[in-house]
């Protein structure tokens, strides 16, 4: 069974920063690509970025050039850099992680970590 766990939510006000972490753990014999999607209040959930094992990356349009993404291989964790927070990024943050566990491929979830942004 394979664990994400997230971490670095929280409140903070506009023009402000956040950094979310995400590892995973358990039976994990590979990890694909891993990414952070959020969900605000009455919308779907929306990627916001994404990177694969060999460090590409994609981000939505709304947070490029104020969010980055990376992640440490040897620790099978993503962080999400948050810069210059508006209010419209306020919701639920997701991680995902696409990955091999024992000889089954599965896309996994973690609880998630709520970010508010005060205007």
């Known amino acids: 069974q394979v664990q994400l766990v997230e971490s670095g939510g929280g409140l903070v006000q506009a023009g402000g920063s956040l950094r979310l972490s995400c590892a995973a753990s358990?039976?994990?014999?590979?990890?694909?690509?891993m990414g952070w999607y959020r969900q605000a209040p009455g919308k779907q959930r929306e990627l916001v970025a994404h990177i694969t094992t060999g460090a590409s990356t994609n981000y939505a349009d709304s947070v490029k050039g104020r969010f980055t993404i990376s992640r440490d291989n040897a620790k099978n964790t993503v962080y999400l850099q948050m810069n210059s927070l508006q209010p419209e990024d306020t919701g639920v943050y997701y991680c995902?992680?696409?990955?091999?566990?024992?000889?089954?491929?599965?896309?996994?979830w973690g609880q998630g970590t709520q970010v508010t942004v005060s205007s």
């Open positions: 358990g039976i994990i014999s590979s990890i694909y690509s």
């Open positions: 995902h992680a696409l990955l091999k566990s024992g000889m089954k491929i599965s896309d996994d």
